[in-house]
């Protein structure tokens, strides 16, 4: 999530700005990580 989030280096202050963007960050990456476990397995 550091790679695809922009968590690396948060530009953002504050604690409720910060954890928004974390849980925006972790929404996405769990919607991009379903699409590829739910892909059929090449066999």
Request: proline content about 2%; overall charge positive; charged content about 25%.
């Amino acid at each position: 999530m550091k790679r695809i989030g922009m968590l690396r280096k948060v530009k953002l202050r504050g604690r409720e700005k910060v954890g928004w963007l974390f849980t925006f960050t972790a929404a996405a990456y769990n919607l991009t990580r379903l699409q590829r476990l739910q892909a059929p397995a090449a066999a």
